[in-house]
């Protein structure tokens, strides 16, 4: 049996624990270059700008752009313009209005006339009641629809973008008559582009062309209304 030198384990050991510490010493002189000296701290995350470029709003939801305000009511706009002749009429507010309605009726009758033959029996109506159980016993649900009324208003499209709920009013008579400042036959895109981005500029406190959730904060402490120009504070959206 061979022993070895005790001079030879030393001398090994110090050799691995220089190793070991060497990517340690390496770490910490670049975090102090990093903060601007030796050893100190690095100043927010790398990503983040530094300094007077650092963004003034806290970080959270998107903000919304105007440019992406004005898409959607464009979108909204254009459901209305049935005929694609550049306006929107009452006429074209009413039809849309109707249509949907006569839809709901005619799904409703489908939904009891079973047997497919254009009339609803006695039969039919009451093994429709029945299917709905509990709900037949209200007036207000006998119908069987349980979902939200037909809107008179064209609604816009939002999307994931539920907070400009407080900030597009959506396109009624009230609205057609109201923002149609040339008083001719209809409404024309330009006519409520300029009516509905009053309303962007009254909610962009800032005036910086983005909706970020804190400039939309006074409107959810009314209750979510509108505050529109000219309107009392916290006046009911016009039907």
Not at 86 to 110: N, P, Y
Not at 161 to 184: H, K, Q, W
Not at 223 to 232: A, L, N
Request: proline share 8%.
């Amino acid at each position: 049996m061979t022993i070895r030198p005790a001079l030879t384990i030393t001398g090994t050991l110090a050799a691995l624990l220089m190793t070991l510490a060497a990517p340690v010493q390496a770490q910490d002189m670049g975090g102090g270059m990093d903060g601007g000296g030796m050893g100190g701290p690095a100043v927010g995350p790398p990503d983040e700008p530094i300094g007077n470029d650092s963004p003034s709003k806290p970080r959270g939801p998107k903000p919304i752009k105007r440019a992406r305000f004005d898409q959607i009511v464009t979108e909204m706009f254009r459901m209305a313009d049935t005929n694609r002749d550049g306006t929107v009429t009452i006429d074209e507010l009413h039809a849309i209005v109707a249509a949907r309605r006569a839809a709901l009726i005619k799904s409703r009758f489908a939904a009891i006339d079973t047997d497919r033959n254009g009339t609803i029996s006695m039969a039919e109506f009451t093994a429709w009641q029945d299917r709905m159980g509990a709900l037949a016993n209200s007036d207000a649900a006998a119908t069987g629809d349980t979902g939200a009324p037909i809107s008179d208003a064209i609604m816009p499209d939002l999307g994931n973008e539920r907070v400009l709920a407080s900030v597009i009013e959506p396109l009624t008579g009230t609205v057609i008559a109201n923002a149609n400042t040339n008083m001719d036959a209809g409404l024309s895109l330009a006519e409520l582009l300029a009516y509905e981005g009053k309303l962007f500029d009254a909610a962009d406190t800032d005036h910086d062309g983005y909706l970020w959730p804190q400039d939309l904060r006074a409107r959810d402490r009314d209750g979510g209304r509108m505050h529109r120009p000219g309107d009392p504070m916290g006046a009911p959206p016009p039907r």
